[in-house]
Nanobody, 122 residues
Framework: QVHLVESGGGSVEAGGSLRLSCAAS??????MGWFRQAPGKEREAVAV???????RYADSVKDRFTISADTAAKTLYLEMKNLKPEDTAMYYC??????????????????WGQGTQVTVDS
């Protein structure tokens, strides 16, 4: 079992930056990812990470967001730059077997954090 705790959310103006963190404890999964859900919308994948191998991004965040991990600290990060109002959402961290994460389908992961709110003002 894994326990995930997100932090780093907040309110920023458009064009600003934020860095989200997801601290993991318990079982070490090789794959983790960030997902988000805006009010009235379906949850969507943002970026996923396979330790020591690679990353994938949603088209909407490519070149603006960077996912990374500190293996020793068991922490996943999401560096977000040039934030837009449409990035406003609750951001969730997920960890699972890679087949459930790398597919970037929010219905697949079984382990989720409680989320951290990101609000981007225009």
């Amino acid at each position: 079992q894994v326990h995930l705790v997100e932090s780093g959310g907040g309110s920023v103006e458009a064009g600003g930056s934020l860095r989200l963190s997801c601290a993991a404890s318990g079982y070490d999964y090789a794959c983790m990812g960030w997902f988000r859900q805006a009010p009235g919308k379906e949850r969507e994948a943002v970026a996923v990470h396979k330790f020591n191998e690679g990353t994938r991004y949603a088209d909407s965040v490519k070149d603006r967001f960077t996912i990374s991990a500190d293996t020793a600290a068991k922490t996943l990060y999401l560096e977000m730059k040039n934030l837009k109002p449409e990035d406003t959402a609750m951001y969730y961290c997920a960890a699972d077997w890679c087949k459930y994460i790398l597919i970037m389908d929010p219905s697949q992961p079984h382990n989720w954090g409680q989320g951290t709110q990101v609000t981007v003002d225009s």
